[in-house]
């Protein structure tokens, strides 16, 4: 077999050394049909953007010597094939994990995202032939032949280096995986798919820093990840885009334990939603990795749930595991109390009635059959019920009133607020129904106030404070 030499890649590399004479190890048969394996799994891991997803996971889950989490990523698309590298370093179980790909030996491992095998097929997308190399060992994978060949005293660029040249031909191996070869006029569409899964990874990353995309060894993007709390991850973004994100771990109850003990699932249920609020962000569906189904409220959700099997969408077909997907969205939604006292927090009130009124929106627009109405519609409830309830408005003495006390400090002159406060529950506006809304509405135009506030965010109307409040 002709084994290509790994050439000095990037000058900024600490690992940078003229490439060594690799010494062969004994290769490793996989021992049934690889290629039909393969064929059959890539079938539902398609899309570059899956290719990124499952890149990261694997540096995300990836340590040092010493067991010190990776906190680098570099991805370089460069004529010859995608460069791919993290600052971890493989272990002898990662290698053989890797070479019998498939097996899935991450799935259960509290520590890992996913299942490592069957997530690393979806780079057969884009190589006939990946090449890993990490500390000073060389794995190449050879799906023609069904074997994997070792090698060891190599030199790469980064502590763990993956090397995916392009299937630009139509190879025997694409023809057998019946994959289309890559097409060299779709770089750039790929670079961007690139920058969007690291916008839409980093989220719920839990050690990678820094997230580096290169083209031929120039920098194209940087995404910078700072966590300056346990709850508060920042995303920045050499573009000079920012945005912080607030996280909220929420503990399962005992019931959901035990469940998750007997069906083998991870105990994990994290909310993410932005500090400041605006209405292009879309929330979204976790499965650790992001998929592309739309959460409909203003907050990610992460968990353990059950996908499809190409991972784009929770699973909804089977049941079973669409109870288990039901089950946790309820306690994510139960959890939206939390989420406005936090917000009350960090960001003020402006930010409760812009979450809040995002809530009700998206709960609103969803027809009474979809999948996730029952989720959406407690995200309401549970808010409705927490204006009412929770702390959330300071009077002017500083002291927390309920929420129609709070109004009526801020809108004193408003003849309509009164009367529609006093035929509400515990002094709430809006109630939950459309004609409550439209009511609270129209008693908010009527004010003719000055400088404009944030309850135009809530009720969709243009409303201001009294002149020089």
Request: net charge negative.
């Amino acid at each position: 077999m002709t084994r290509q030499k790994v050439m000095p890649l990037l000058t900024f590399s600490p690992t940078m050394n003229v490439m060594s004479s690799p010494v062969p190890g004994q290769p490793l048969s996989y021992g049934y049909d690889l290629l039909g394996g393969l064929r059959k799994d890539l079938k539902t891991l398609q899309g570059f953007g899956t290719v990124i997803q499952e890149l990261l996971q694997n540096a995300e889950d990836a340590c040092d010597l010493a067991g010190n989490p990776a906190s680098q990523f570099w991805l370089d698309f460069r004529d010859d094939g995608l460069w791919v590298g993290n600052d971890g370093v493989f272990t002898d179980s990662n290698f053989e994990a890797i070479a019998r790909i498939g097996a899935g030996s991450k799935r259960y491992d509290e520590k890992t995202i996913g299942s490592f095998g069957v997530g690393f097929v979806s780079v057969y997308q884009i190589t006939d032939q990946p090449e890993i190399y990490s500390g000073r060992q060389q794995l190449v994978l050879s799906p023609l032949d069904g074997k994997a060949y070792p090698a060891t005293d190599v030199d790469h660029p980064w502590p763990s280096t993956f090397r995916l040249p392009w299937a630009d031909s139509f190879s025997e191996v694409r023809q057998r995986l019946e994959a289309q070869p890559v097409d060299r006029k779709n770089i750039e569409n790929y670079i961007e798919d690139a920058r969007r899964a690291f916008a839409e990874c980093a989220v719920f990353l839990r050690h990678l820093k820094t997230l580096r995309l290169l083209q031929n060894g120039q920098p194209k993007f940087t995404l910078k990840i700072a966590r300056p709390d346990s709850r508060t991850t920042r995303l920045e973004g050499s573009d000079g885009q920012v945005i912080t994100f607030r996280r909220l771990d929420i503990a399962l109850s005992d019931e959901l334990l035990a469940e998750a003990q007997q069906r083998g699932r991870k105990k994990d249920l994290t909310l993410a939603y932005p500090v400041k609020f605006t209405s292009k962000f879309t929330g979204r569906l976790y499965a650790y990795l992001p998929t592309r189904e739309e959460s409909h409220l203003p907050v990610h959700v992460n968990a353990d749930f059950y996908p499809n099997t190409d991972r784009k969408s929770l699973l909804w077909d089977e049941a079973d595991k669409r109870s288990w997907n039901e089950r946790l969205l309820q306690a994510a939604a139960a959890a939206m109390p939390e989420v406005l006292t936090d917000l009350q927090d960090i960001s003020g009130t402006e930010a409760v009635y812009d979450f809040a009124h995002q809530v009700y929106r998206d709960n609103e627009q969803l027809s009474s059959n979809h999948v996730l109405k029952a989720f959406t519609g407690a995200a309401w409830d549970t808010c409705f019920d927490a204006f009412q309830e929770l702390e959330l408005f300071e009077g002017r003495d500083g002291s927390y009133v309920d929420h129609g006390s709070f109004l009526i400090i801020r809108y004193p002159h408003s003849e309509l607020l009164p009367e529609l406060l006093d035929g509400s529950s515990a002094g709430f506006c809006p109630q939950r129904n459309t004609r409550s809304m439209d009511r609270s509405s129209k008693c908010l135009r009527q004010t003719s106030y000055i400088q404009p506030t944030f309850l135009e965010h809530w009720t969709g109307c243009s409303v201001t404070f009294p002149s020089g409040y």
